[in-house]
């Protein structure tokens, strides 16, 4: 399982209103990205920047991202410590600054896990588990702002 793994997928601009991008206001940032054999999702930019809200955006993905690689290397970090995970619920949260000159980035995201163990003996475990987790992360390895995070352990 060692090694470079690829991956790709299809981002396709479905905004031209007509006349293209022959202004900033002629054109609907709608896109919808396809991954072979997954359901298409349909996105655009965040509001503030002429998109729709409805739709995801390059931010929300980023954060989705950032969440759910913690969650998955979370998981298997229990599993190799003994700890029995139930339940899993995270509420995260990211930072974005604009620079004033268009762009901007992150400056943190805050990963909040509630976790529900199935014994009182296993919480440490869990705990640490944690720590693991992050190194594992493959994404939050590749980001290059911090990434914290405030676990919650109880017991079922």
């Known amino acids: 399982m060692w090694g470079e793994h690829r991956y790709a997928l299809k981002a ?4 031209n209103r007509g006349p293209g991008t022959s202004g900033y206001r002629d054109y609907d ?5 396809a991954v072979d054999g997954k359901p298409e ?3 655009s930019s965040d509001k503030p920047f002429r998109g729709d809200a409805t739709r995801w955006n390059p931010e929300d993905l980023l954060l989705a991202a950032l969440s759910e690689c913690h969650l998955l290397s979370y998981l298997h970090a229990c599993v190799q410590a003994g700890v029995v995970v139930v339940s899993y619920e995270d509420d995260a949260s ?3 600054v604009e620079d004033g000159a268009g ?3 992150f400056r943190e995201v805050v990963l909040r896990p509630r ?3 199935a014994e009182e003996s296993m919480r440490a475990a869990a705990e640490a588990a944690h720590a693991q987790a992050n190194a594992w992360c493959f994404i939050a390895n590749s980001v290059n702002f911090p990434v914290r995070h405030e676990p919650v352990i109880s017991v079922a």
């Open 41 to 43: 999702i349909a996105a």
């Open 29 to 33: 940032r709608a896109v919808t990205l």
């Open 103 to 105: 762009g901007g980035a």
């Open 12 to 15: 396709t601009w479905t905004g």
């Open 115 to 117: 976790v529900v163990v």
């Open 94 to 96: 990211g930072t974005m």
